[in-house]
């Protein structure tokens, strides 16, 4: 077996510059999440709104930004990693100077719809920007880490500010803090960042991005709000799948084809299933904490916040020796026991009220599943995607990502639901983590066979 050498692995200062800038933004789409999630409630007093109304301050967020990821990739194909990064950075900063000074509720929707927008051109540029410049093998790889372990670093900093902020200062302010440090952002990714030449012809087929946008959006919107409108999300997703359906059959018969990506489909399903698994996982023990051992949100938010540190430190340390000893499809398959481990590790937990089985399964999901597995699925998607397909590659990595952790929220809700509130919530928080369970060793046998 060679050994690799470290010099294929070192980066020059522009690759660490372009390395720093494509961080930014799974960095600021992270953290806007969980601060959100963190905040809401004051949100809601300070609007003078509903808990459940405040809900969807997150869920347009998540609806903008899964629909439009695939857009964001087609994008970065057609007009450049460099635009579309640029404009991405520059409406995510718009939206949330515009969220800073909201007074009204219609507004900071339109705000969170933009920032939605935003990180969904932002993300698949930087994503792009790593397989452009970055040599696919153990430099690629180990950029990827450290990729994701600014998912990571923005995750935890938004729990460990979104309550503080909200507390103590005023809440707008957990959008505030984006303006200035995305103000650098962009003045380092206009003088960094080189300049493209066109050299995709492939037209933008317009109608066609437009379709798949409207569709992506309507299956996000089912997803996302089935818990909530009940039977009702049932047409939206079937109408979304025979859009879809009516979508491919329409590009298979034009000259250049859409959707022409030679991508893993098992990496496609794995990236869904984790992220099904994975934000279903925090979910639970979230709720968990908060219904089984009474503890409060804030507290939560604490406990959780180290595990997140933990996984940034992963990322960047443990992960690249992972990658040089096992092939990328085995680290995938680790991750993936460890989610397995960690849920029935919660569900052990949650029969028996003790603390140190929600500890344990916090380290197996949010310090080492989350840091292996996110890298490795995006790794296994762009291996072998021409240079002038990777935008689409990693912009449909990112959505089938995206809408997993809408699926994989819907289906908890469904099993929590299942029971009345007179009864035992053990059982129901149980069937729960069962479900979660299922999805993990699903992901596993897809993994099976994985050659990369």
């Given at each position: 077996m060679t050994v690799p050498n470290e010099k294929d692995q070192a980066f020059s200062q522009r690759q660490h510059i372009l390395l720093w800038l494509a961080c930014s933004a799974i960095f600021f789409e992270a953290f806007d999440v969980s601060v959100v999630n963190l905040a809401l409630p004051v949100m809601?007093?300070?609007?003078?709104?509903?808990?459940?109304?405040?809900?969807?301050?997150?869920?347009i967020y998540l609806l903008s930004f899964g629909g439009c990821l695939l857009l964001g990739g087609r994008l970065c194909d057609y007009a450049g990693s460099r635009r579309i990064f640029l404009t991405g950075m520059a409406v995510f900063g718009g939206a949330s100077?515009?969220?800073?000074?909201s007074s009204h509720v219609s507004w900071?929707?339109?705000?969170?719809?933009?920032?939605?927008?935003?990180?969904?051109?932002?993300?698949?540029?930087?994503?792009?920007?790593?397989?452009r410049y970055f040599k696919e093998g153990l430099q690629r790889?180990?950029?990827?880490?450290?990729?994701?372990?600014?998912a990571a670093i923005g995750f935890a900093g938004g729990l460990a500010?979104?309550?503080?902020?909200?507390?103590?200062?005023?809440?707008?302010?957990?959008?505030?803090?984006?303006?200035?440090?995305?103000?650098?952002?962009?003045?380092a990714a206009y003088s960094y960042i080189?300049?493209?030449?066109?050299?995709?012809?492939?037209?933008?087929?317009?109608?066609?991005?437009?379709?798949?946008?409207?569709?992506?959006?309507?299956?996000?919107?089912?997803v996302h709000e089935g818990s909530r409108i009940g039977w009702w999300s049932i047409p939206c997703l079937v109408g979304a799948l025979v859009s879809g359906t009516c979508l491919i059959r329409?590009?298979?018969?034009?000259?250049?084809?859409?959707?022409?990506?030679?991508?893993?489909?098992?990496?496609?399903?794995?990236?869904?299933?984790?992220?099904a698994c994975f934000l279903s996982f925090v979910f639970l023990c979230t709720l968990s904490l908060y219904e089984l051992m009474h503890w409060n949100i804030r507290t939560t938010g604490l406990l959780l916040f180290p595990y997140s540190i933990g996984s940034a430190l992963v990322s960047q340390f443990g992960l690249p020796r992972l990658f040089r000893r096992m092939r990328v499809a085995?680290?995938?398959?680790?991750?993936?026991?460890?989610?397995?481990?960690g849920v029935l590790l919660l569900m052990a937990g949650i029969c028996t009220h003790q603390l140190p089985w929600f500890l344990v399964a916090l380290f197996l999901v949010n310090s080492c599943c989350i840091a292996i597995g996110y890298p490795a699925f995006t790794i296994l998607s762009l291996s072998g995607v021409p240079p002038a397909q990777q935008g689409m590659a990693a912009g449909l990595q990112s959505a089938t990502y995206s809408v997993g952790t809408g699926v994989g929220i819907s289906a908890v809700g469904c099993c929590l639901s299942s029971f009345t509130s007179g009864q035992d919530a053990r059982y129901a928080l149980c069937l729960a983590g069962g479900v979660i369970a299922a999805g993990c060793v699903a992901a596993l046998i897809l993994l099976t066979g994985g050659r990369n």
């Open positions: 809601a007093t300070s609007l003078q709104i509903s808990l459940a109304s405040a809900q969807w301050i997150q869920t100077a515009l969220a800073l000074v900071l929707l339109l705000a969170r719809s933009g920032q939605g927008v935003g990180a969904a051109l932002a993300m698949p540029a930087g994503i792009s920007l790593l397989a790889q180990k950029a990827l880490s450290i990729f994701g372990a600014f500010l979104g309550g503080t902020i909200a507390a103590w200062f005023d809440w707008h302010w957990i959008f505030g803090v984006n303006v200035p440090v995305i103000a650098g952002v962009l003045m080189p300049k493209e030449e066109r050299k995709n012809t492939t037209p933008l087929n317009l109608p066609t991005v437009c379709w798949l946008t409207a569709t992506l959006l309507l299956f996000c919107f089912g329409f590009d298979r018969r034009q000259e250049q084809p859409f959707f022409q990506i030679p991508i893993m489909t098992g990496a496609l399903g794995a990236s869904f299933l984790l992220g085995q680290v995938g398959r680790l991750a993936m026991i460890c989610l397995l481990g």
